[in-house]
């Protein structure tokens, strides 16, 4: 289940080994997180960390990547045979190695079912190693495809252990502990008294947090954001709950309350639609992202002020990771909240439909005529965008500071990812509409701004995609 602590077992058993000097590697994966949103760089990211953390197989891994220079561009079972079982396999008699871990997160939120099998399927193979011993840890949500394939590797060679079904004691005590380290942060910060919250009010968030570590997270960052106001907004989250709930309805009930205290009491009914109406799209966008995009680069995606943004989120701290510097990317605190915008039987308040709800087909369609948009206009996408001197100028020779100048982020995200957005919107091309005529314009500015990006391999598969969703007509 979401927000159970899974995230939060994998990252403790990967310090504590990597701190004994066992951890050989470890992969996080997160939807819409770019690179770790997809296994494309799975295999070689586990190669380069083994190669650092285990001295033994370095050589190894150095050699199989001299003998075959292309390995990242080639399937994931060669990547994996050949860049990491292989090495480990050609371990001699005389080595001798500690047993290792390799920590898997967030499986499910690897896109590609047939990925997700593969994965499985080869770290499955980790039975043939003889000379070193290597446990794999993977947290997961049990999602059909994760249990089908668990269901074809023998149940001798794996172990599973279902976070929710721990028994109630013993989680609503570790919820207990933490809550009450947070809470007397909180109370020595804003000088609460001695004797806040009370045992009371923190038994009864305990038994609202219903198992979900993540409701106590978001709980104690909400009432810590209020400052002043911490109390006050204790008060709103044990008044806004009922323990009787089931455990996804609390989690509702906190991300519609932190939704909702974003928006001023005081503000006129047209002021309050207005504010709902630009954290919808913004929501929505940081949601529905394939890569996260800072406040700049995502303020000029959308079109939209700087400082609109920034106002938006001033009093979201509880669910969204905001770092101060503008130009960093902005990040969910948890993926249950994406779950949460885009369920339209969860993101309700009481019995209407929550003005927060994100239509995702909608959402990936407006993304899509955005990223459109920013190509099209003047300047963003032209011929020699870098001003190099001559034609054939090598890749490897411009610095990455012309790059990120000449091509922004919101400029390279725009350029990679506009076809995903149009894909997972249900679009289609036809003759005329906006895609048309960008095409005409700008493909070919297009292809050498993926060339400088260093993604005109990438740029094959998305002119796949674009041949997919033409709109044929038969005369």
């Known amino acids: 289940m979401a927000g159970t602590g899974k995230s939060t077992i994998a990252n403790t058993v990967a310090r504590g080994y990597f701190e004994q000097g066992r951890l050989a590697a470890s992969f996080f994966f997160s939807r819409g997180g770019g690179d770790v949103g997809n296994a494309s760089k799975f295999v070689t990211t586990l190669a380069v960390q083994l190669a650092l953390h285990v001295p033994l197989v370095q050589q190894h891994i150095c050699d199989a990547v001299a003998e075959r220079r292309n390995i990242a561009s080639q399937s994931l079972v060669d990547q994996w045979r050949h860049l990491v079982l292989g090495p480990l396999l050609m371990l001699g008699g005389r080595d001798t190695c500690l047993s290792y871990i390799v920590v898997l997160d967030a499986l499910d939120e690897c896109e590609g079912e047939n990925d997700v099998k593969i994965i499985l399927r080869l770290l499955a193979e980790a039975r043939l190693l003889k000379k070193v011993r290597l446990r794999v840890l993977i947290t997961s949500r049990p999602e059909v495809p994760i249990r089908y394939s668990f269901s074809q590797i023998p149940k001798a060679e794996h172990c599973d252990f279902i976070l929710h079904d721990v028994e109630a004691i013993i989680v609503n005590h570790d919820i207990s502990i933490f809550l009450d380290t947070e809470l007397a942060s909180i109370r020595q910060e804003w000088a609460l008294g001695a004797g806040w919250p009370g045992e009371q009010a923190l038994r009864r968030l305990v038994l609202n947090a219903s198992g979900l570590f993540i409701w ?260």
Not at 299 to 316: K, V, W
Not at 319 to 347: A, N
Not at 383 to 388: A, D, K, P
Request: include cysteine.
């Open 216 to 475: 106590a997270a978001t709980a104690c960052r909400f009432i810590r954001e209020g400052r002043g106001f911490a109390a006050k907004r204790l008060s709103m989250i044990l008044n806004s709950s009922t323990s009787t709930s089931a455990a996804e309805q609390q989690l509702n009930k906190v991300y519609l309350t932190v939704l909702k205290n974003s928006v001023p009491r005081e503000y006129l009914e047209e002021e309050k639609q207005e504010m709902y109406s630009l954290l919808k799209q913004v929501l929505g966008s940081i949601v529905a992202l394939y890569s996260p995009l800072s406040i700049c680069s995502l303020s000029r995606l959308l079109h939209l002020p700087t400082e609109d943004i920034e106002g938006g989120f001033a009093d979201l701290h509880a669910i969204l990771d905001i770092p101060q510097d503008t130009r960093q990317p902005l990040r969910l605190h948890h993926p249950s909240f994406r779950d949460f915008l885009i369920d339209e039987e969860r993101c309700r308040d009481l019995d209407s439909l929550s003005p927060f709800w994100v239509n995702e087909n909608e959402t990936h369609l407006e993304i899509a005529r955005r990223c459109i948009q920013l190509m099209s206009s003047p300047g963003t996408l032209k011929e020699n965008i870098c001003n190099l001197p001559y034609p054939g100028f090598l890749r490897r020779d411009i610095d990455d500071q012309t790059i990120a100048d000449c091509l922004p982020k919101e400029v390279q995200y725009a350029c990679y990812y506009w076809v995903d957005h149009l894909e997972h919107g249900n679009s289609h091309i036809c003759d005329g509409n906006d895609v048309y005529i960008f095409l005409q314009q700008f493909f070919l500015c297009w292809l050498e701004a993926m060339s400088l990006a260093g993604l005109i391999s990438e740029s094959i598969h998305i002119i796949r995609k674009l041949q997919s969703l033409l709109e044929v007509s038969f005369l």
